[in-house]
């Protein structure tokens, strides 16, 4: 399993995401490049909680893919037709949104932002793809699950809901 090229990282969090899962993981093979894998931390203290890959997709494309995934995306489109690097941060992303800035990403999938973001979006010209808080963090519970019941044996089930946020 090959890890996402660059971190966001954040004061508001250490909680640590990954996009490792199913879903995930084949929405970051379909944005990054092979040929790009320098990886590159954003200038903030606190834990990893995202990552930031190259776009090989039009914008167009990727909300299409996002929309085939979750339901219900809310896509706010200020950025370029063709963006060039997609950050992810499951949840929700507010305390990494001056990392995001920083870091020159162009593009934003996570789960929910609080309302001022919309204008920062306007204002810097970025994508935002609000996909839904629950909807975007039950890919670490699994994989940690799965981590957890191979490095112990133990058994595990993951219990969808119905979450609409």
Not at 57 to 74: Q, T
Not at 127 to 133: A, D, P
Request: glycine share 10%; net charge positive.
């Amino acid at each position: 399993m090959r890890a996402c090229p660059h971190s966001l990282r954040a004061t508001a969090r250490s909680i640590r995401t990954t996009c490792r899962s199913t879903r995930i993981r084949g929405l970051a093979t379909t944005l990054s490049s092979p040929a790009s894998s320098d990886a590159r931390r954003a200038a903030n203290e606190g834990g990893d909680i995202g990552c930031i890959a190259p776009c090989r997709l039009s914008r167009a494309a990727l909300r299409r893919r996002l929309e085939s995934l979750y339901p219900g995306v809310v896509a706010i489109e200020f950025g370029a037709g063709k963006p060039a690097e997609v950050a992810f941060c499951s949840g929700g992303a507010n305390g990494a949104m001056p990392a995001l800035l920083a870091s020159g990403a162009d593009t934003l999938v996570t789960g929910e932002l609080r309302e001022e973001w919309f204008n920062v979006a306007q204002e810097h010209g970025l994508n935002l793809y609000l996909c839904g808080h629950y909807a975007t963090e039950v890919h670490g519970v699994r994989a940690l699950a799965a981590e957890l019941s191979a490095k112990f044996g133990l058994p595990w089930e993951f219990i969808a809901i119905e979450n609409p946020l």
